[in-house]
């Protein structure tokens, strides 16, 4: 017996019912996009890996998927370099390419190769897959879409204040209750400053991230392993179990920052945009959390996560401010600010809250019956009138016995069934059934159309 295929760990497929419901996330964040004047690009599946290295810090670059050369890659390698069997050393020779690891690195990338073409600030949206050679688990795949949007080329924190608004929109919509969680980079580095660990930032930030994952002495014991003192991790405890409202938590980090000018720049800024968002009003709580770090390097400024309160889950949405990505690519100077949305841990969400609206999931609305060929000839015309309605519309196409017709009207959910048959042509009317509450009513095409655009029958 041929051993069954398979797909790679961390990867799904998705039939019908599934894409009705992707697709119905990719279209409401795509339109709440639009609405705040984001226009859509793409980027290629694979990158260079000169693009992609050093842009997600030593541990993203464990996991960038890298694409073996065409052709004769293991031409240009010796004997010396198989037998020594360093992977990272073959790597770089057997692979010039790799899979993109989020969308941000290849936006800058964009950026630096079309900034002639660009008006600044330019406010990009760009919904697609990437891939992460992660261990697969709950909420984490290996291959997953991210939904993103990015200002360059603007300083202005209403940037900010306006992605906060697009995140509190679109989880409106979906009717996920989330909390939304911002810190700044700035106020981490003056953490460090002032605890005397100013060079050990990376350190720092990478394990105070981990603290809800694994609690706060497990954290204590990673920044010992990195060398971090006691004393500063003593200085560090207060800091990071700070509670209270966001503005005494504001008042008291400004107080411990006094002496760090990047520190009280990075409160200045997170005050800016909490106050000026209570003025614009969300319908998601905001809340100022010390510990957030996101792990990547890039960012410089403000720091956004958001949870959703109803179920166990990983963060949804993820972004900040990094205000010189793009000098990695040769255009220093140029601020940029960007969201991303987690598309299959939102799908995963709505799920578990069937939160899906019913009509999203309905591909088809309208289904003729085949009774043979003289009926079909007359039904034809009408369903494609339906169509021209926007009525989403099929006819059987065998002619085969009528239960197993109406057992696919079943199987699809399809919520309307046309008859026609003899006295139905001479009357040149249709008989409409509505599967749900099992109601029958002979109608002319005009009516049929206007039923089912309504939904019921009357």
């Not at 990437?130 to 360059?152: H, L, M, N, T």
């Not at 200045?268 to 003025?279: A, D, P, S």
């Not at 309605?389 to 079943?410: C, H, L, W």
Request: hydrophobic fraction near 40%; proline fraction near 3%; aromatic fraction near 8%.
């Amino acid at each position: 017996m041929a051993q069954r295929p398979s797909i790679p760990k961390g990867t799904r497929d998705f039939g019908p019912v599934e894409m009705a419901k992707r697709n119905y996330i990719f279209d409401t964040i795509r339109q709440v996009y639009a609405l705040y004047g984001f226009q859509q690009i793409e980027t290629p599946a694979m990158e260079t890996l000169q693009t992609l290295m050093g842009k997600y810090g030593e541990e993203g670059d464990k996991l960038l998927f890298k694409v073996l050369n065409s052709g004769d890659y293991l031409g240009k390698v010796t004997d010396e370099e198989l037998l020594g069997r360093n992977s990272l050393k073959l790597a770089a020779r057997l692979c010039e390419k790799g899979l993109r690891y989020d969308l941000t690195v290849p936006f800058a990338r964009y950026v630096v190769m079309h900034r002639e073409e660009l008006q600044l600030p330019f406010k990009r949206y760009q919904i697609q897959p990437v891939w992460r050679a992660d261990r697969p688990q709950k909420g984490r795949y290996r291959e997953f879409f991210q939904c993103d949007a990015d200002v360059v080329g603007s300083d202005s924190l209403l940037n900010e204040v306006e992605l906060m608004q697009i995140v509190d929109t679109v989880f409106t919509r979906f009717g996920i209750r989330v909390l939304i969680k911002i810190n700044n980079r700035k106020i981490l580095t003056g953490i460090a400053e002032v605890i005397g660990e100013a060079d050990k930032i990376v350190d720092i930030t990478v394990a105070i991230d981990k603290l809800d994952k694994i609690g706060l002495d497990a954290v204590n014991e990673e920044l010992r392993a990195c060398g971090i003192s006691s004393e500063a991790i003593e200085k560090l405890q207060p800091i990071i179990s700070m509670q209270g409202s966001n503005e005494q938590k504001l008042h008291t980090i400004e107080q411990v920052l006094a002496q760090s000018a990047i520190g009280v720049k990075g409160v200045e800024e997170t005050r800016f945009i909490l106050q000026t968002l209570q003025t614009a009003g969300l319908r998601n709580d905001i809340e100022l959390d010390l510990t957030l770090a996101r792990g990547l390097n890039y960012y410089t400024g403000a720091i956004f996560e958001v949870k959703a309160l109803d179920t166990p889950m990983g963060s949804i949405t993820g972004g900040g401010r990094y205000d010189n990505l793009t000098g990695i690519f040769g255009m220093p100077g140029l601020s940029g600010v960007g969201i991303s949305f987690g598309a299959d841990r939102i799908y995963d969400v709505l799920n578990t809250l069937n939160l899906y609206p019913q009509e999203t999931l309905n591909a088809t609305q309208l289904l003729f019956i085949n009774f043979g060929q003289q009926e079909t000839n007359y039904c034809l015309p009408i369903l494609a009138e339906a169509r021209a309605q926007g009525i989403r519309t099929e006819i059987f196409p065998d002619a085969v016995k009528m239960k197993k017709q109406m057992s696919y009207a079943n199987a699809k959910h399809i919520p309307f069934v046309a008859l026609v048959g003899e006295n139905e042509m001479q009357e040149g009317k249709v008989m409409l059934k509505h599967m749900e509450s099992g109601t029958q009513q002979l109608v002319s095409p005009e009516e049929l159309i206007n039923i089912v655009k309504k939904g019921a029958i009357q």
